[in-house]
């Protein structure tokens, strides 16, 4: 069997939007359910997704694990599979590592932009990498099977997260530094370390971390697979699109913003392009993953390696990853 | 008028302790209300404090301001002044600082030991200075009137906060490395500089602060405080005895381990002396400051130096940094 699976979304969801995942025959989604949410706010989400999940059990279904992605796949629906950006859902508490992997994350960032409790995040100037607290917390995660997501932090911290980890660590969404010098894209360093931990990259298609924004081409970007695939093994990668699909420009603000200042911060943006960037129009939203898969295969991928990109890799990992050790 | 004022207790509170601060004379005590508290719990700790400023209303009563020492005084009482020794109770909102202010908060530590989001604590292996969230917080606490207090931060972060900050910074208990080589004792480079930044340091009697611990004499101590009023200035020095009172040893292991490993961390204790270690005999409880002026005195402070220390660079400090600048 294959799979079609998107390593990170954060839409504004909607039946339309779970209907184009049925149309791109997309069989998993892991979804942000929070970017600076603290636990209680973490939990609200999850009862606005639980809303969901029972009007829309013709399209979607909670994936908890990756035979509930097989089982999602069997009977024509998507898996729904959360994460956080951020650790502020665990807050400064221990404890709640084991109960919101119950409650069905199955990723966190140790860091989101900023400097954390557990990390440091890609915008501070300096990274000390991971704190008392962070190694304490990576080792809960290991033991519960709550994956670490090192998207928004900085490399120091990431390649110390790689070593303290005794399972694989992730980036779900971002790409090499080498083809976009982008503080969210990431060192041959730091990919080589995903790898080497057994972990994975998910490469997106959010314009900031793509070769020419919005104008990237579909070429270009599979080109850059192909690249990515020679220093980390075709077997670690797969897709993270960033896909924030009919947001409003308010979301971008709280993602970087959140609570922790009065100013505005642009982030990854400026002054002159504060919002959402326009997405490539070979990527506009799920209906387009079959356009990636087309793009794979043009560049010179072999069919089982479109596969493995395009989900199986994922799939593998989720499999690996999900529970307790 | 001179006063004597405490800068820092965190008892077991009872009609008893109140008491014997009025046996002692103490006009004036910063007490900690949390240590890991979230926001939600720190209005907890407050609604507590507000039953026993009902009840033990001829004993105690709420100081926010130094005019508020100086009715209590008038009136035969000790002003309680709150504060926290971690920003737990912001959380990572930069808009709870008003907030917590408005609640009668007047100090908060940027950093408990650990890293916080806002700063480096001195158990960290090491030390990348303040971070984002915590300049744009020093802003705001410089704003608001809430004093910025880095007793328990690492040494870069804490010279860097007396850069970043536009009113005075505190250490309210400590003493010199120079004395005692604690990791939570300041180097002649932090003292110098809380003494230009117009801040204080407030000398504790917590016997791991302490030159021979439990031991240590009080001619030693007030030697101690001779030695650095040479450094700082006999106008930047007062009391911050950190008194832990009537505590069960379960509090300081919540103080040490909150809520962020589960393991045990002895912090300045070890195995084999995990508890509160007993205090000096001369300064067992609110009874005894009228040892330490004497102590003083018979060092060679003149009275009105005595007088400074014991209180009136606290009520000075107090009635130019508790409120809007």
């Known amino acids: 069997m294959n799979y079609t699976i998107d390593g990170l979304q954060y839409a504004n969801w909607s039946q339309k939007i779970f209907q184009q995942m049925r149309t791109g025959g997309v069989d998993a989604v892991h979804v942000t359910i929070a970017y600076h949410e603290n636990f209680r706010e973490t939990v609200a989400r999850v009862e606005e997704w639980n809303r969901l999940f029972e009007r829309y059990s013709d399209l979607i279904v909670h994936g908890r694990t990756a035979e509930d992605v097989r089982l999602a796949k069997e009977s024509g629906r998507t898996a729904i599979i959360f994460g956080f950006q951020n650790p502020s859902p665990i807050e400064d508490d221990i404890g709640l590592v084991e109960i919101v992997h119950t409650l069905g994350a199955r990723f966190m960032q140790l860091s989101y932009n900023n400097q954390s409790l557990l990390a440091t995040g890609c915008y501070e100037a300096e990274d000390p990498g991971i704190t008392r607290m962070g190694k304490e917390v990576i080792r809960e995660m290991n033991r519960v099977g709550l994956v670490v997501d090192m998207s928004h932090s900085a490399e120091r911290s990431t390649l110390e997260a790689a070593e303290i980890s005794e399972r694989p660590i992730v980036v779900t969404h971002a790409n090499p530094f080498s083809w976009h010098a982008a503080l969210r894209n990431k060192s041959d360093d730091v990919l080589k370390a995903l790898a080497a931990s057994g972990g994975m990259l998910g490469f997106s298609v959010y314009p900031h971390h793509l070769h020419a924004g919005s104008a990237c081409t579909l070429e270009s970007f599979c080109e850059m697979i ?99 050790a």
């Open 226 to 324: 192909a690249r990515t695939a020679e220093v980390m093994g075709v077997d670690h990668i797969g897709l993270g699109s960033d896909l924030c699909q009919d947001q409003p420009d308010s979301v971008v603000e709280w993602m970087r913003v959140g609570r922790w200042t009065k100013q505005i911060d642009y982030g990854e943006g400026s002054a002159d392009s504060a919002g959402f960037p326009p997405m490539p129009d070979w990527f506009e939203d799920n209906r387009h993953f079959p356009n990636i898969a087309a793009g794979l295969q043009k560049t010179g991928f072999s069919e089982t390696e479109v596969h493995a990109i395009m989900g199986n890799n994922w799939f593998r990992f989720f499999s690996e990853n999900f529970g307790a």
